[in-house]
């Protein structure tokens, strides 16, 4: 299988989840926090895909984008995200695909997402590290969803940036 169709397969299993635990998701278009701190770990078929949908994009917004790969420190804000929307949404890293979902890690515990302690997603059923809900029953890291992908190497986007 090739990338391109992994994902979409995985985006209709995707679907399904968000439908199944909609009424604990908040996330709505420019909710941007989830996009502005962090690592956002990615492997090279993802960097190779997200680069792909860079290079569809129109010259004014890959421009936006350059400006913010100028200023992208690690942590910080993805250079992708433009006016608080996702430049390159359709091409975006499983990590990005997935947030939102609180799901079941390899220890067995559930994985939620970090606005759940910030009254956003599952906040109405997470309470002191304890998830009064259901999570998927599936482990959603990227590792383990591209578990059949010869030799993954994950690293955060900054690192892959300024990789030599």
Known sequence: MNYTDFIHNLDSRLELY?????NFICCKKQCSACCEK????LSQYELEYLMEGYSNLETSLKIKVQENFKKF??????????DKTCSVYNWRPIICRVHGL???????????????????????????????????????????????????????????????
């Open 18 to 22: 968000f439908k199944e635990q909609k």
């Open 38 to 41: 962090g690592d956002y770990p």
């Open 73 to 82: 420190k690690k942590g910080g804000k993805c250079p992708f995200l433009v």
């Open 102 to 164: 609180a799901y079941i890690c390899p220890t067995g515990e559930a994985k939620l997402p970090y606005c759940a302690n910030e009254g956003k997603n599952y906040s109405k059923v997470y309470s002191s590290k304890e998830l009064f809900c259901e999570p998927i029953k599936e482990n959603l890291d990227t590792k383990e969803l591209l578990k059949d992908f010869p030799d993954v190497v994950i690293r955060n986007l900054y690192d892959w940036l300024n990789y030599n």
